[in-house]
């Protein structure tokens, strides 16, 4: 609103400046995006090189801090290699899907009471459609680069991802039943409380919470993290999907990778930690703005994650499949059955 108002301050047209500052949001969005991105990265490196009792990146610039700035310059000068017998359209396709898609899913993520790039009523169906469609990404550069390790690195993509994505989505029914909206920004108002202890209200813990466990598991098989790495097991597939690639087009598969990464902490701060809301209604936990409380949240779920990297051993894909399909998938789904009933039939009454 701010930007439009201010383009047709200037004598622009009303539809021309929403527009143009729609244009300046999303490009400005991004930046933030990127930059917090090449943080995340370093502090993924960081702990994991802690917990291995070694320095990580200390060379680059002060304590190691532009060493991802310099990681990006060495990608971007590199020769892109495409290998004679692929596929060269799908082949080249691919990493812009996978980056397109993360982008992509950021839109509908609210920062703050009004502060998100398209807020939609149908905010979670959309982020669970651009979630689902990141596995063609995977599965093109697999299938393309006309090799035997992609290729089975695409096939174990698609069934872990798919199966996975169906514990998430029954977690998602969960707390859209509860909140009773598919709005992101509905979702974090129903966490809302007037009284002190606002964290009380959230919905890790409510009803919902055995769900945040089974999310934050799925969410690690779903953008293939360790100990859920099977896709791009170095041991049996060198280095999975895209072992074919360098420079710029693996450039774009790591930057995809970590936005969805960074987007499922987004999402377990945003359905189970009251997204922008602050923990007390108190000062000074209520001076600072909605969106830091939302990033110190997300910093939170991405040190877990870097955590679980650095500390659990790979799954065989056996386990993988098995915890899937008959833990998460029977919980998950009795979860909805419990959820409806007290929706319906206890909170009435309290």
Not at 107 to 119: C, G, I, Q, T
Not at 317 to 330: E, I
Request: hydrophobic share 60%; glycine share 6%.
């Amino acid at each position: 609103m701010l930007f439009t108002n201010l383009f047709t301050h200037w004598g622009m047209g009303h539809s021309f400046g929403w527009v143009a500052s729609q244009f300046v949001t999303i490009l400005l969005f991004d930046v933030m995006l990127l930059v917090s991105i090449a943080f995340l990265l370093l502090a993924d490196r960081k702990i994991w090189a802690a917990v291995q009792m070694r320095r990580g990146p200390n060379v680059v610039g002060p304590f190691g801090l532009l060493q991802t700035f310099a990681d990006l310059f060495k990608f971007l000068f590199k020769e892109v290699i495409i290998p004679a017998g692929s596929n060269k359209v799908v082949f080249m396709l691919a990493p812009l899907v996978t980056v397109t898609l993360a982008f992509a899913g950021w839109a509908v993520v609210p920062w703050d009471n009004h502060w998100v790039v398209a807020d939609i009523n149908v905010g979670i169906l959309y982020l669970f459609a651009m979630s689902s469609l990141g596995v063609y990404g995977i599965i093109m550069a697999g299938w393309a680069s006309n090799s035997k390790y992609p290729f089975l690195s695409a096939l174990r993509a698609a069934a872990q991802m798919v199966s996975y994505e169906v514990s998430i989505g029954f977690v998602i029914i969960t707390v859209l039943l509860y909140a009773g909206s598919l709005n992101l920004s509905d979702i974090v108002r129903a966490q809302q409380t007037t009284g002190t202890l606002s964290f009380l209200h959230w919905n890790m813990f409510s009803i919902l919470f055995p769900m945040l466990p089974i999310f934050f598991v799925s969410a690690l098989a779903e953008t293939n993290r360790p100990p859920f790495d099977l896709v791009e097991a170095e041991s049996e597939l060198v280095a999975g999907f895209f072992v074919e690639y360098s420079s710029t087009p693996f450039l774009l598969f790591f930057l995809g990778e970590y936005l969805s990464i960074v987007l499922m902490c987004a999402m377990c701060a945003i359905l189970f930690l009251g997204g922008w809301l602050p923990p007390l209604n108190i000062a000074p936990f209520t001076w600072l703005p909605g969106a830091a409380w939302l990033f110190l949240k997300i910093c939170f779920f991405f040190f877990m994650f870097a955590m679980v990297k650095a500390m659990v051993p790979r799954y065989r894909y056996d386990q993988l499949m098995r915890l899937g399909w008959k833990v998460f998938l029977p919980t998950s789904l009795l979860w909805v059955v419990v959820t409806g009933a007290y929706v319906l039939f206890v909170r009435p009454h309290l």
